[in-house]
């Protein structure tokens, strides 16, 4: 019965037969093993293509390891128990090896291994493709120690395979005359090789002799490179580092290191080319092909011929069919042996920075596998005996592992315990902490209510400190509104747990209404789990459960005034039960708070007082500003108005005559000429005149003024014109006919004011004279009250003056020489819609204190008599509240003063605050 099950799961009526495919497809060790499994897939692929074996289509399952050994266990289980494949493929680490044996026993299938491993075993059911130690190991040392690398540094990960590696390298060296200088077994998972590589850099070998698996590769190389230890410095020889791990690690990591395998992708064969480009074709141009890939490819050809040979997918026949079984790999020429290894050839290659190998050295004929070192082939007495105790070796090694893994692990569990220890005493600490606190508490808020007598501070205080102490979820105080019916409660204060600021809580009220009344009279409110208290009926115990809420303690406060109030902690995240002591303690908190309460009320009846008078006398404050602002303002605005009609009043009174003589002079001039030009034809026609006339002529000295009148007509016309461009500025100054804001041109304004003011600047006693340099920009047409703008350019040029005056009579005085006074005025276009004007002297500057007060209403620096104080500050209000700019001043003392006058060019522009008045305007 039990040959035909066998025979029915050998042969699925399907026509199919079930293999399995186990790799590490996840975890440190799927950088290395998920190409083997696309390695074994593309086999099956094409023998299926090819017809499949013994007729039926190979059919995969795939399963992924985890890259931990007792998971291969498990899946191996799973493929052979539930799956029902008739073989598996996969496999990396030694550890995993081992513990699947005991599966494959049980259920009498075979496993095929294709990666090199550490030998001294032989079992019968699995078929190891990968290389022994004497068909990479030993040649690597023996090639290393033939070129001068004789101090060796062992690096492994921590379990069978490198463990067994480096003892049989230890005992090579031995033989060879070498050392080992020191040597490191890292975790798996390891990531950080700093300790290692530093412990390298002190032994300084000659060569690091590396058994790193997986990831560990990619790592340990970057973290090599950064260390600055070069390949020509120390080398790395590695047994487990392919193609694939190479593809992610840097070039210049990478680049001079050597790596001892059977195959390399960049071997020049024809059978390996084809290999390479159909694995390219069908899995990417960027993927590679590697030594475990190879042999992961060619072991699913060897089964599928020693199936055939068989004609069976039966364990026992297939194995026996497939000792001898040869095969043109790749590799080359591969054979297996009967001791379930293959004859593989051995390569060492040095690593290029395009990831790939460059051959050193190639073994002169394929190895024969030795994975007892050839004690079972040799005629001793006790070979069997050898044989068994070698056996024994990795078992032991894998007890060790196994032992110092436990080790580690109690190491931890200890750590754990003295955690959990001091956490016991932390939590005895916090109790002692918490009984301080309370009185801590309590000193608090009689220190609080000693202190302040605000009755929001005080509420706030309590509310905050409840909430620490207690360390619960939320803390309310709460007002009840007696004479209102609706919402009789009314929250004062609340603080929440940070954790709970993403939960959903219900309003701070909506626990309190649900209680009602029931508050008050079973004060105080004890509760540790609402569905279950008895205080409560049916109603309220289900509308709270429904809002989250599992415990509350609550306590009304009543005060000599009448007022009523409520403590209240909640509690939604998780059961909480309250101690007697934080009942009494929040009671007493309730009493301390009735009393500030009261206290709290006098005060704030007394600083309602206090605050109405405080207020009268606030407005009585800002109408005597108001009233002097008014003031102000009327007497510039009546001192303008009648300064601009007096000017304007001159200049048209001016104007009238000096017309009358501007416009006669052309005709004087011309009636002169033709004077002039008859009294030459008499001369001409008369040369010798009456005596009379003679002696008038000598007397007068008529050559002279023949000469003279053109010059003293042109004088005069240039003085007519002097005057007409006086009057025009005197005009412009007082704007009379622009009174309306309309565009005007800024520069003719500063212009006028500049002329006004000329005789200020010319050489006077006791003055230099002033050296004014007009840099105009470019400016358009900007709307504004051109006559209120004049003024203050005239106060700004008029302080300006006076300052330059003041300088010049101190140096005058002193007998100092100081720089020539100039005055400098810029004009330019600060954002597409505002506009500057910067008038700057070198005078004597400002100090902070008085550029504070610069604006203020009859504030002035100079002597009694010559100044009203009100320039500045009108000049502030007509820039500012009339056309929408600012003004400010940069000085210090020393350096001069500059005045920034910034207005939009059209008053319906948006207000824009420049970066210059940001960071000029004084604090």
């Not at 009984?435 to 302040?452: H, M, P, V, Y």
């Not at 009304?556 to 009942?583: F, K, L, M, P």
């Not at 300006?800 to 002193?814: G, H, P, T, V």
Request: glycine share 6%.
């Amino acid at each position: 019965m039990s040959s035909l099950v066998a025979q029915r799961t050998m042969n699925p009526p399907d026509g199919t037969v079930r293999v399995g495919i186990l790799h590490s497809l996840s975890g440190p060790l799927a950088i290395s093993e998920s190409s083997l499994k696309d390695a074994a897939l593309m086999a099956i692929a094409e023998i299926n293509q090819a017809g499949g074996v013994l007729g039926q289509a190979i059919v995969p399952v795939v399963e992924d390891s985890a890259s931990d050994p007792y998971v291969f266990e498990q899946k191996a289980r799973k493929l052979l128990k539930n799956e029902q494949v008739v073989t598996l493929f996969g496999g990396w680490s030694s550890t995993g090896r081992k513990l699947v044996l005991p599966v494959l026993e049980e259920f009498d299938r075979l496993l095929w291994y294709p990666v090199q491993y550490e030998g001294l075993e032989c079992s019968k059911y699995i078929f190891y493709t990968g290389a022994c130690p004497n068909q990479q190991v030993e040649p690597a040392v023996n090639w290393l120690f033939q070129h001068q690398h004789r101090r060796f540094y062992l690096l492994g990960m921590d379990y069978v395979f490198p463990r067994v590696a480096n003892k049989i390298i230890k005992a090579r060296l031995k033989q060879l005359g070498g050392m080992t200088v020191g040597e490191a077994y890292p975790a798996l998972e390891t990531t950080d090789y700093r300790s290692v590589i530093e412990q390298i850099k002190q032994a300084r070998p000659d060569v690091v002799f590396s058994t790193l698996n997986g990831n560990g590769n990619v790592e340990f190389y970057q973290q090599y490179h950064a260390a600055g230890i070069s390949a020509a410095e120390i080398p790395i020889m590695a047994v487990s580092v392919t193609e694939d791990e190479l593809q992610r690690i840097t070039p210049a990591a990478m680049a001079g290191h050597y790596a001892t395998w059977s195959y390399f992708q960049s071997i020049d064969s024809l059978p390996n080319q084809a290999f390479v480009e159909r694995f390219k074709t069908l899995y990417g141009a960027e993927r590679v092909t590697s030594d475990p890939v190879e042999a992961a490819y060619s072991q699913v050809y060897l089964w599928k011929q020693a199936v055939e040979t068989a004609e069976s997918f039966e364990t026992h026949p297939v194995r026996c069919a497939a000792y001898g079984q040869t095969l043109i790999a790749p590799s080359g020429f591969i054979q297996i042996e009967p001791n379930h290894h293959v004859w593989k050839s051995c390569r060492i290659g040095e690593i290029l920075p395009t990831g790939q190998f460059q051959s050193l050295y190639v073994s002169e004929r394929s190895i024969k596998p030795q994975p007892w070192f050839g004690v079972d082939e040799s005629d001793l007495r006790d070979s069997a005996l050898i044989l068994d105790l070698l056996a024994e070796v990795p078992q032991v090694i894998q007890y060790s592992c196994q032992l110092e893994r436990k080790s580690r692990e109690l190491e931890v569990a200890m750590a754990e315990l003295v955690n959990t220890n001091q956490h016991l005493q932390q939590a005895k600490n916090q109790l002692l902490e918490l009984t301080k606190r309370e009185e801590l508490l309590k000193r608090r808020l009689s220190i609080q209510i000693r202190s302040t007598l605000e009755l929001e501070t005080i509420v706030r205080t309590a509310v905050q400190e409840i909430h620490h102490l207690f360390e619960i979820d939320r803390c309310e105080f709460l007002w009840y509104n007696q004479s209102e019916e609706a919402a009789r409660f009314k929250l004062a204060h609340e603080v929440s747990a940070p954790h709970l600021t993403h939960r959903s809580l219900p309003p701070p009220t909506i626990a309190v209404e649900v209680l009602g009344e029931i508050l008050l009279k079973l004060s105080p409110l004890w509760i540790d789990n609402i569905a279950t208290a008895p205080q409560l009926d049916t109603r309220s115990r289900e509308a709270l459960t429904d809002l989250g809420l599992v415990s509350l303690l609550a306590i009304a406060i009543y005060t000599n005034s009448g007022q009523i109030g409520a403590i209240v902690c909640e509690h939604y995240s998780g059961s909480r039960s309250w101690s007697t002591d934080e009942v009494e303690l929040l009671q007493d908190v309730a009493d301390q708070l009735a009393i500030a309460i009261d206290q709290a009320e006098l005060y704030a009846q007394s600083r309602a007082t206090a605050a109405a008078a405080q207020a009268q006398a606030q407005r009585l404050t800002q109408a005597l500003a108001e009233l002097r602002t008014t003031q102000t303002q009327l007497i510039q605005t009546e001192k303008m108005s009648s300064l601009g009609q007096l000017v304007a009043g001159i200049a048209h009174e001016i104007n009238n005559p000096v017309n009358f003589i501007y416009g006669n002079l052309s005709y004087a001039n011309e009636y002169t000429q033709d004077l002039l030009k008859l009294i030459d034809l008499y001369q001409q026609h008369y040369p010798e005149p009456a005596l009379e006339i003679q002696q008038h002529r000598q007397t007068n000295d008529f050559e002279f003024l023949v000469a003279d009148l053109p010059k003293m007509l042109s004088s005069m016309r240039v003085g007519a014109d002097r005057i007409r461009q006086i009057v025009l500025s005197l005009r412009n100054f007082s704007r009379l006919d622009e009174s309306e804001m309309k565009p005007v041109n800024i520069h003719e304004g500063i212009d006028s004011t500049l002329l006004i003011l000329q005789n200020r600047f010319k050489v006077r006693p006791g003055s230099q004279g002033i050296e004014v340099i007009k840099q105009y920009g470019d400016l358009p047409q900007v709307e504004c009250y051109a006559g209120q703008l004049n003024q203050v350019f005239m106060n700004i040029l008029s302080n300006a003056i006076d300052a330059l005056d003041s300088q010049s009579e101190a140096a005058i005085a002193s007998g100092l020489t100081e720089p020539a006074p100039t005055i400098t005025i810029r004009t330019e276009v600060l954002h597409p819609e505002r506009v500057a004007v910067r008038i700057q002297d070198n005078g004597p500057g400002m100090a902070a204190f008085v550029v504070q007060r610069l604006f203020d209403p009859f504030f002035t620096t100079k002597p009694v008599g010559q100044g009203t104080g009100l320039g500045l500050s009108i000049s502030y209000q007509i820039i500012v509240e009339k056309h929408r700019g600012t003004l400010w001043c940069n000085t210090q003392p020393g350096t001069g003063a500059e005045f920034w006058i910034e207005i939009p060019i059209s008053q319906s522009a948006p207000f824009l605050v420049s970066e210059a008045e940001a960071a000029s305007v004084p604090e």
